[in-house]
T-cell receptor
Framework: GAVVSQHPSWVICKSGTSVKIECRSL??????MFWYRQFPKQSLMLMAT?????????EQGVEKDKFLINHASLTLSTLTVTSAHPEDSSFYIC??????????FGPGTRLLVL | LAKTTQPISMDSYEGQEVNITCSHN???????ITWYQQFPSQGPRFIIQ???TKVTNEVASLFIPADRKSSTLSLPRVSLSDTAVYYC?????????????FGAGTRLFVKA
């Protein structure tokens, strides 16, 4: 099946620093990638939709200047959490699709901001 | 976007068949129905997808009635390792890509 990877799998940073998370589709070209955030015991919340070569579309309430998304190629999307604060601590998950029906998810990145 | 409704939680015993039903009354013509499984601190894992009638693969079956307003994921002979959260998603397969919104999911707990 389709494989999506994320790097790093976990990161701890100081408040005020920026953190970049990479999402790669390893065996297919992803026309669209999605970024989600998940807090403990809750469902996944869609943050933004990213199409290769164009600006990401952010969901209502998600600050685009704080969560920078770049989708430079058909196999790579990055999410940068700028000036991270403790409330940004969460589990960040990306997904990728090469069709219009099925998303394949990465393993997630655990972010802890101290 | 079609909203989905699932039971919050279910309990079962090893070896039993588990059926989880999802309601999606506002499903659109182009929407596919996809089920995912998620373990703690992992990304969701694709289980099965369908459009109508019945779909079966090596791990599950998906039953979709003719009106497509609901769907049922069937897990045969569950084991302890099937304890997880199961999400039903309805995706818009229209032009320009699609996005899906996760509902609360169903927390399945399999007991010995």
């Amino acid at each position: 099946g389709a494989v999506v990877s994320q790097h790093p799998s976990w990161v701890i940073c100081k408040s005020g620093t920026s953190v970049k998370i990479e999402c790669r589709s390893l065996d297919f070209q992803a026309t669209t990638m999605f970024w989600y955030r998940q807090f403990p015991k809750q469902s996944l919340m869609l943050m933004a939709t990213s199409n290769e070569g164009s600006k990401a579309t952010y969901e209502q309430g998600v600050e685009k200047d704080k969560f920078l998304i770049n989708h430079a190629s058909l196999t790579l999307s990055t999410l940068t959490v700028t000036s991270a604060h403790p409330e940004d601590s969460s589990f960040y998950i990306c997904s990728a699709t090469n069709s219009q029906e099925t998303q394949y998810f990465g393993p997630g990145t655990r972010l802890l901001v101290l | 976007l079609a909203k989905t409704t699932q039971p919050i939680s279910m309990d079962s015993y090893e070896g039993q068949e588990v059926n989880i039903t999802c309601s999606h009354n506002n499903i659109a013509t182009n929407d596919y129905i996809t089920w995912y499984q998620q373990f703690p601190s992992q990304g969701p894992r694709f289980i099965i997808q369908g459009y109508k009638t019945k779909v079966t693969n090596e791990v599950a079956s998906l039953f979709i009635p003719a009106d497509r307003k609901s769907s049922t994921l069937s897990l045969p002979r569950v084991s302890l390792s099937d304890t997880a959260v199961y999400y039903c998603l309805v995706g818009d397969a229209g032009t320009g890509g699609f996005k899906t919104i996760f509902g609360a999911g169903t927390r399945l707990f399999v007991k010995a």
